[in-house]
């Protein structure tokens, strides 16, 4: 089973010291019916700048990838190898690379969801949720292209996982939306989501992977388009020069897809990445946990999006 051999290889891993763990601590506050997820971690304040650097060996042009420190390998399979993140705050955390360099701005790909959907299908996974930071505003720190996946942790059990979920009770009763992009009016900024087919489950990756990519892309023009931007190269896989091309963020699980437009990486000088808006943040303080918990998940989530974007009509 997947999931039990994640386990082993990290628990093998953090024994030699070739994964980097601590404990941290789960703090809840309700908001729009979520019940939103900070969690305290400490260790992340001396977490090296590229979240996945050996901090001896912080260059420009560190690729952990390529190698890849072979205590973290999991699996290997198609064109992706399945590692531990080296610095994990939920045990279990993995990331899907991609066997050969691919820049991690470039739009996700048919490939790319057949992998996660394959990985999120495995035995043992089902608690598990997929996300990607693309761009330096949405919380990418890597340039070579990677997918993350993060387990239920033990305080999620019982409740609704990822806790945006909560949100969608009411939707994941209507087959009739399922496969149609729409947005939340919980959720007042720009975003898209899209329940999932429950037939997904039955196609293979390949087939389920090419499905999940024009789901991404609607998902993409429509979040973009409500936030009032353009998008740029954000589609272009043929695109060379991405240094002007807008962030976003994408989660995704066996129920649901999200994307997210982005137009800072911090509020409050909170860092905020996919996970966030799955309904999971991460403060480094004391200090950054009372703030967040003052200010509220939905204010700081709004700092870091666009508003609605309203156009006039003029005549």
Known sequence: MLRSKILSVFDTALSTGHVVWRDSTAHFVFAASVRWQFRLATALAQKPAGEHSKPSTTKKDFNPFLPYDEALFVDSFDNFNLLLNKFSIVRGHVLLTTTDFQNQLEPLNASDFAAAWRTLQAPGMSQYLCFYNSGKN?????????????PEADEDAGQPFPPIRAILSAETESVARA????????????????????????????????????????????????????????????????????????VLTSEFLMVVPRRAERAEGISLNSVAFAGMMLVKSQEELDLAIEKGPIELLAQVTYPVFVKKIVG
């Open 138 to 150: 949405a919380g990418a720190s890597q340039h070579h292209k990677h997918l993350q996946l993060i």
């Open 179 to 250: 496969g149609t992009p729409f947005t939340h009016e919980a959720l007042p900024f720009a975003h898209c989501l899209v329940l999932l087919p429950p037939s997904l489950s039955c196609e293979d990756p390949i087939a389920a992977g090419k499905h999940l990519e024009a789901l991404y892309q609607q998902s993409l023009k429509k979040a973009f388009g409500d936030a009032g931007q353009d998008i740029g190269s954000c589609l272009d896989p043929e695109t060379q020069e991405r240094s002007a091309q807008p962030s976003y963020n994408v």
